[in-house]
């Protein structure tokens, strides 16, 4: 297993288009996170998923803003009409549920870094 | 409403050094982690924490925590140029991870 697999990188889009990431986790980690990093702040909270069912959203996460895990592997995070002001590092994570005693750990991906002009 | 901050929020330091980062939170929790991030990259795990008294040490960084007082620190010991970074703690509650504002650390030969 490589870790958190975030696509793509960097995404360039203009405002009012919509744009989507994805986000491959740990296969055997069942919790999936979405976090929203601007610059110079410590990322906060979107959404988690648990298997595929999506269980918990942050008043953050507006309506333009819609995420999936259809059968509680990968992740996709949707904007649609983008806003200048949500440009950002979005940043996905795994974990286990239960948090096992070998591992607490959230395995963060690389980031998704959207820019909108 | 949770929250957590740290401070300093930024941190100019000579080569050699030692200083303490503080990370306070406002809610009970059973696991604090310490998280390092350079720039334009992913969150980097440096230390879960798990009970009160808990310390743990990597190197030239050692985090403890106080769970009576919420607080965390990150203590770092005869500072190198490497250890510029930004440093994130993190509370686990109600199923997720809140996270300070972030300490840039700036390291100067």
């Known amino acids: 297993d490589t870790g958190v697999s975030q696509n793509p990188r960097h995404k360039i889009t203009k405002r009012g288009q919509n744009v989507t990431f994805r986000c491959d986790p740990i296969s055997e980690h069942n919790r999936l996170y979405w976090y929203r990093q601007t610059l110079g702040q410590g990322p906060e909270f979107l959404t988690y998923?648990?298997?595929?069912?999506?269980?918990?959203k942050s008043r953050l996460l507006s309506d333009r803003f819609s995420a999936e895990r259809p059968k509680g592997s990968f992740s996709t995070l949707e904007i649609q009409r983008t806003e200048q002001g949500d440009s950002a590092m979005y940043l996905c994570?795994?974990?286990?549920?239960?948090?096992?005693?070998?591992?607490?750990?959230?395995?963060f991906g690389s980031g998704t870094r959207l820019t909108v002009v | 409403e949770l929250k957590v901050e740290q401070n300093p929020l930024f941190l100019s330091m000579q080569e050699g050094k030692n200083y303490t980062i503080y990370c306070n939170y406002s809610t009970t929790s059973d696991r604090l982690y310490w998280y390092r991030q350079d720039p334009g990259k992913s969150l980097e795990s440096l230390f879960v924490l798990l009970s009160n008294g808990a310390v743990k040490q990597e190197g030239r960084l050692m985090a403890s925590l106080d769970t009576k007082a919420r607080l965390s620190t990150l203590h770092i010991t005869a500072a190198v140029h490497d250890l510029s970074a930004t440093y994130f703690c993190?509370?686990?509650?109600?199923?997720?991870?809140?996270f300070g504002g972030g300490t840039r650390l700036m390291v100067k030969p």
């Open positions: 993190a509370l686990h509650a109600g199923n997720m991870l809140t």
């Open positions: 994570a795994s974990s286990f549920a239960d948090f096992p005693a070998f591992n607490y750990g959230y395995t």
């Open positions: 998923f648990q298997n595929e069912a999506q269980l918990e």
